[in-house]
């Protein structure tokens, strides 16, 4: 089962309308940086988040490997791995 979240948004519009729904379905409690590494241009991050699902009050902790690709010192691009059987099991 694929995450109704996953998936490309170009754009700030796209990417704006995908945090909205998340928000809508899951309270984010806590956003806790485990590693940060510095490339320059390329920087990648461990990312525990900490969420509650809005209709069950479940509890649980998702960690996250991003990888954030910087030009002229803007975010171009957002790549972002996470245990998708445990997202899935929680929509």
Known sequence: MQSRYAGVARGK??????????????????????????????????????LTRRTTGDEFVLRTADFWTVRDGKIIELVEYYDTALAASVI
Request: charged share 30%; proline share 3%.
């Open 13 to 50: 519009q796209e990417f704006l309308a995908r945090l909205v729904a998340l928000d809508s379905d899951f309270e984010y409690r806590r956003f806790v940086p485990v590693e940060i590494i510095d490339g320059g241009d390329k920087v990648a991050a461990q990312v525990e988040i900490h």
